[in-house]
T-cell receptor
Framework: DARVTQTPRHKVTEMGQEVTMRCQPI?????VFWYRQTMMQGLELLAY????????DSGMPKDRFSAEMPDATLATLKIQPSEPRDSAVYFC????????????FGPGTRLTVT | AQSVTQPDIHITVSEGASLELRCNYS??????LFWYVQSPGQGLQLLLKYFSGDTLVQGIKGFEAEFKRSQSSFNLRKPSVHWSDAAEYFCAVGAGDDKIIFGKGTRLHILP
């Protein structure tokens, strides 16, 4: 049963610390998306990769957030330094990249910054 | 610009009753449309999708949705809900280049 995996599932950290979230997309998928979900804002697209190349990171605060795909099986989202307002659930999703928008989501990383 | 409106923030139905969740979209061309479900503490699961063809699409867990171009709607239906259907439901529209735009979600509550 192919699925997107994310680690860690939960992270509690202090303000100012670096946070790294990892995602393994479904094998064979060539698009990867990072979303942030909060009660106030709902689901926000942070970054988007196709064939490991970043295509759109306009939704991401550039000063503290960075997203990369070191290889086809790993995507990372890093926050440095973290702030309490970054507390949210971060989802990774992957897709076949056929232009249709069909995406499959991981279970998310719940981040709490104190 | 594309957008999705889910007019109902919360819906409460009795177990065994029928369900319809509303979704309206704004898109210039033929849209790609999706419904996702999110159970508490879980990620989003794709329920069903519409790309083209038959306007009534069947999904998992007994759900179906009907694309109505004249009304710019893609409402989700289920003839008889189960307590396990309690969750948040998101309608989404393809925004080009594999991106999708999500609605704000409708939280479904089930009365025993």
């Amino acid at each position: 049963d192919a699925r997107v995996t994310q680690t860690p599932r939960h992270k509690v950290t202090e303000m100012g610390q670096e946070v790294t979230m990892r995602c393994q997309p479904i094998l064979g998928h060539n698009t990867v998306f990072w979303y942030r979900q909060t009660m106030m804002q709902g689901l926000e697209l942070l970054a988007y990769f196709r064939n490991r190349a970043p295509l759109d990171d306009s939704g991401m605060p550039k000063d503290r957030f960075s997203a990369e795909m070191p290889d086809a099986t790993l995507a990372t989202l890093k926050i440095q330094p973290s702030e309490p307002r970054d507390s949210a659930v971060y989802f990774c999703a992957s897709g076949l990249g056929q232009g249709l928008g069909e995406q499959y989501f991981g279970p998310g990383t719940r981040l709490t910054v104190t | 610009a594309q957008s999705v409106t889910q007019p109902d923030i919360h819906i409460t139905v009795s177990e065994g009753a029928s369900l319809e969740l509303r979704c309206n979209y704004s898109y210039g061309a033929t849209p790609y449309l999706f419904w996702y479900v999110q159970s508490p503490g879980q990620g989003l699961q794709l329920l069903l999708k519409y790309f083209s063809g038959d306007t009534l699409v069947q999904g998992i867990k007994g759900f179906e949705a009907e694309f109505k171009r004249s009304q710019s709607s893609f409402n989700l239906r289920k003839p008889s809900v189960h307590w396990s259907d309690a969750a948040e439901y998101f309608c989404a529209v393809g925004a080009g280049d594999d991106k999708i735009i999500f609605g704000k979600g409708t939280r479904l509550h089930i009365l025993p």
